[in-house]
């Protein structure tokens, strides 16, 4: 029988899978809400962390294709120069950075929910002006990138674990310009550099994007499979002309070190990336990681095939399970759509992430009704 890591691989060999893959995740803030969930489950999932084992064991429960949001724990980053203090009260963390450019200070916000679910958030960026850019350059440059033993090790247990369930996940920073968005600048302060300091914002980028590359280097030595960088949400903010003055020469260049290393390419994107697509499919992803359906996005499946073309691969994610359920005859009709519209489904996955406000049955309601079209390893 084809194992579920050999049907996935069929997908990026341009193949038409035995069934249509339908793959799991879970993180700090994606986990399912625990009422009436399977005490084993709940005993299992534990508390969810970055890097743990919880998409495999969510996975495998649902009987879900895995594919693991891992990281890169192969790179190791020594600093020699720049400092950082860092204070934290109740859930606000703030840092204040230290270099030979001037000092730098942000604040990060946690939120919890009463699920458990967590996330974070900047409720102030590093850079707040022009003024600030040599001092973040400096702290980027201040970096030194090695291997991490232990990380390689853990990488291998991990792969180990999956074994022929799915693929591993290596998730690396996004674009510089992503970067900026969403962790260093904010979106305001990024149009401001982006008008009145383009120079001194592109040398910026241009000294982030070779420490990125320095730390790619490294993680593609490890067991990962698959090299995801994430933009994430920034996607909504960057322009077509934005990413193909920033992103699109530098996303064939982290496209062709991790094919060097026999690793596919992913670009996570789950903003409003309808306009982005065309610009997509000039450069050498694998895939588009995370693209967002309706309601929540902005471009369907079956326009999304169109615009990126029979090579780049589509990992949608199931945008039912977010939005309300009380319709569940609905559900399943826009379920349906979206994987009919993706047919043969030779260059398209679902990805079903728990959500904090969903049971496992609601879930798994949402999973069977992937399989009522897509059918699954065990009826295929």
């Not at 703030?94 to 996330?119: F, K, M, N, Y």
């Not at 232990?150 to 674990?161: K, P, V």
């Not at 977010?322 to 319709?327: C, E, K, L, N, S």
Request: charged share 25%; proline share 5%.
């Amino acid at each position: 029988m084809t194992t579920r890591r050999e049907n996935l691989l069929k997908i990026f060999r341009h193949e038409t899978p035995e069934w249509l893959p339908v793959a799991g995740h879970v993180d700090p803030f994606n986990q399912p809400n625990r009422d009436g969930m399977d005490p084993a489950l709940a005993a299992a999932l534990g508390e969810v962390k970055w890097g743990g084992e919880a998409t495999v064991t969510f996975s495998r429960y649902l009987g879900l294709d895995i594919m693991d949001w891992f990281g890169m724990p192969t790179v190791r980053v020594k600093r020699r120069n720049v400092t950082v203090e860092s204070a934290t009260e109740g859930d606000v963390t703030t840092r204040r950075w230290h270099t030979p450019q001037g000092d730098l200070r942000e604040v990060i916000q946690v939120c919890r929910d009463s699920t458990g679910a967590v996330s974070s958030n900047w409720t102030e960026h590093l850079v707040k002006g022009p003024e600030d850019l040599p001092a973040l350059v400096a702290s980027f440059e201040d970096e030194v990138i090695e291997v991490d033993p232990d990380g390689i090790g853990r990488t291998r247990q991990r792969r180990e674990l999956i074994g022929d369930d799915g693929l591993l996940l290596g998730t690396m920073d996004g674009t510089p310009l992503g970067q900026m968005y969403r962790v260093y600048a904010g979106v305001a302060t990024l149009a401001y550099l982006w008008a009145d300091a383009p120079d001194a914002l592109r040398d910026c980028f241009t000294v982030m994007e070779t420490n990125y590359l320095q730390r790619l280097a490294v993680g593609v030595q490890s067991d990962i499979d698959v090299v995801v960088s994430v933009d994430d949400t920034s996607t909504t903010a960057i322009s077509p002309a934005m990413f193909e003055a920033c992103n699109l020469a530098l996303t064939d260049a982290r496209a062709d070190a991790a094919h060097t290393a026999g690793k596919l390419y992913f670009h996570h994107s789950c903003g409003l990336i309808r306009d982005l697509l065309p610009l997509y499919r000039r450069t050498q992803m694998d895939a588009v990681h995370a693209f967002t359906v309706p309601p929540m996005g902005n471009v369907t499946v079956e326009a999304g095939r169109k615009a990126l073309g029979d090579r780049i691969t589509i990992i949608a994610g199931e945008k039912q399970l977010p939005g309300p359920m009380d319709d569940l005859a609905a559900v399943r009709s826009n379920i349906h759509r979206m994987i009919r519209e993706a047919e043969p489904w030779d260059h398209f996955i679902v990805n079903v992430a728990a959500y904090p406000h969903r049971t496992m049955a609601q879930t798994k309601f949402v999973v069977d009704c992937c399989r009522e079209v897509g059918g699954d390893r065990g009826h295929c």
